[in-house]
């Protein structure tokens, strides 16, 4: 049995007269114990399935399941089982850090959870914080609370909607090291992030969707074998030739170019000398994942596994 299922999942809404589709038949399990990363584009559909997946939405077709329960007929079960880490700053205001997440265990029926409550605190750097109230926290501070109110009830599916998104870099190294923790301990991780080399380190396999279809699903070794194996970076003033421009990412003065092998570097290093390109701080590297969503994005890589 698959950890959570999605199968032919389709979700349409209605904007001013005019149906708008922001998923389409969309087919993926994510097994036990799996660290999946599900990335696309803003606008893709990752939010609209993962409310779907959490119940605060409903999808217009499909089934979905968590641990076998059914999100909609199954609802209550299918909610135990998960652990939800929205995009969003959502705290109530009235109570301190402690009191948030005993609030957080009663939903759940969990009346002696301070020995894991005080275990989050400490994993999650929050101990010191653990009674003031939810006001006087930074966002930071409050995107760990969420974090720890996701895993006050111990589910066995973790769901981190961009759960380092505007977050310090102290913050992200704590989260990580505590999710990959829970993962090893057998917790089935979900996650949506646009930082990629968060997904490429972290991900056992990744699935990509593009305007609510999906449109990559493989592991994330394999993906980044299905691209070029090595990246000429540099950096330059000059405008690039059109066809070079096309295939290129460029970061301001940084230029990347995808080259498979020595004979396509000696080809593009041609190219740019015959264009009037000079070049700075030339270096060869390996494609990253940012390199595969890029060429999947724009069409020139993979489909479905």
């Known amino acids: 049995m698959s950890a959570v299922s ?11 007269g005019r149906t708008v589709r ?4 969309v087919s993926f399990d994510i097994e036990e114990g799996e660290f999946f990363g599900l990335l696309g584009p ?37 909610r135990r089982a998960l652990g939800v880490v929205p995009q969003e700053l959502v705290f109530d205001p009235f109570f301190s850090v402690r009191e948030t997440l005993r609030n957080q265990s009663a939903y759940f029926g969990l009346r002696r959870n301070d020995d894991w409550i005080d275990e989050l605190l400490a994993h999650l750097g929050l101990s010191d914080k653990a009674e003031a109230n939810m006001r006087q926290l930074s966002g930071g501070m409050k995107r760990r609370v969420l974090v720890a109110q996701a895993l006050v009830h111990r589910p066995p599916v973790i769901v981190l909607d961009e759960p380092t998104a505007g977050v310090d870099v102290e913050l992200r190294q704590t ?34 969707l593009k305007k609510g279809e999906l449109v ?38 940084v230029v990347q170019l995808p080259a498979r092998d020595a004979t396509e570097v000696e080809t593009l290093l041609t190219r740019l000398r015959e264009a009037g ?28 596994a």
């Not at 999605?6 to 001013?16: I, R």
């Open 277 to 304: 390109c000079a070049v700075e701080d030339l270096e060869l590297g390996r494609a990253d994942l940012e390199d595969v969503f890029l060429a999947i994005m724009q069409g020139q890589q993979g489909a479905p």
């Open 216 to 253: 990559a699903l493989d592991r994330t070794s394999s993906l980044l074998a299905g691209t070029a194996s090595t990246m000429l970076r540099f950096k330059t003033d000059a405008a690039l030739p059109s066809d070079l421009a096309a295939q290129a990412r460029i970061t301001g003065r």
């Open 42 to 78: 803003n606008g893709a559909g990752k939010t609209t399935l993962i409310s779907i997946l959490a119940g605060l939405s409903r999808a217009s077709a499909g089934r979905v399941t968590v641990q076998g329960h059914d999100v909609v007929s199954d609802y209550a079960a299918s």
């Open 175 to 208: 989260l990580w090291h505590f999710i990959a923790r829970l993962n090893k301990d057998g917790h089935t991780v979900l996650l949506t992030t646009h930082y990629l080399e968060e997904a490429e380190a972290l991900c056992h396999r990744i699935g990509m």
């Open 22 to 25: 922001a998923l389409q038949d």
């Open 6 to 16: 999605f199968q032919h999942v389709s979700k349409t809404f209605d904007s001013g």
